[in-house]
């Protein structure tokens, strides 16, 4: 069943591509039911769907992003040196005082810490890794994991190696316009691993506006910095966007 759903959303998908194909690509779906589904669908997705990547959620039923269950479909993506790009989800346990946007946030750092500390990130480096909402919590979290982690593992994982698997993530700029969200996020990777985002259509048009309006009110970055963000670093991620 879930093949069939991730089928025809896949397909549908491609249908307003090829309809608009100057305005809209479009990420695959997969079904996690069982890996041969996931990896027949990638490959019809991208191979005769021409479709521009992969999403995926933070959590799969619990387990998370860069755990060992997923390595053979990340084995295919990192072969095909695809785009995956990870939206959070609600974790397995809920606190029903923390607000939605709360845990969305934890949940994406959850996942980039599972990818960088199982050695994931490292492993399938060709994989191009989008984590959406700026990383959640992850740049206000990123130096304390640098430093603190290796005394924990004594020694398995050096703070040179978390720092640099954190800035190969990319990372996109949703809900993320404010002074101190960008201000961070440009420490953490600089402008050429960020992206715009917006969460349309559950954003209204003033929210959109409105941030629009703070990315460029923010004086931490260059014109060049800016237009990396808005949409050079999208184009080379998506180099068939460029022709469209």
Not at 97 to 115: C, G, K, L, Q, W
Not at 149 to 157: D, E, I, N, R, Y
């Amino acid at each position: 069943t879930a093949r069939r759903h991730a089928r025809q959303i896949n397909e549908a998908l491609a249908e307003v591509v090829a309809e608009y194909p100057g305005r809209f690509a479009a990420f695959a779906v997969v079904p996690h039911d069982d890996m041969d589904s996931t990896l027949r669908e990638i490959a019809y997705a991208l191979d005769v769907l021409k479709l521009d990547g992969v999403c995926t959620s933070t959590n799969i039923r619990g387990t998370y992003i860069g755990d060992p269950i997923f390595d053979p479909w990340m084995a295919e993506l990192h072969r095909r040196r695809a785009v995956l790009f990870i939206h959070p989800t609600m974790p397995s346990v809920m606190n029903p005082a923390v607000p939605p946007v709360i845990e969305f946030s934890f949940d994406s750092a959850r996942m980039i810490m599972n990818m960088v500390l199982s050695g994931a990130k490292r492993r399938f480096s060709d994989i191009k890794v989008i984590s959406t909402h700026g990383g959640g919590a992850m740049p206000s979290l990123a130096h304390r994991l640098a430093i603190v982690q290796p005394l924990v593992s004594k020694g398995a994982v050096t703070t040179q190696q978390i720092e640099e698997d954190l800035r190969s993530f990319y990372y996109d700029l949703t809900s993320c316009m404010g002074e101190v969200n960008l201000a961070a996020a440009m420490r953490l990777t600089g402008s050429r691993k960020l992206l715009m985002g917006f969460d349309y259509p559950y954003a209204p048009e003033t929210m959109m506006r409105e941030e629009i309006e703070r990315f460029f009110a923010f004086d931490g970055m260059a014109d060049a910095d800016r237009s990396a963000i808005t949409t050079g670093n999208a184009l080379a991620l998506f180099p068939r966007l460029a022709t469209r």
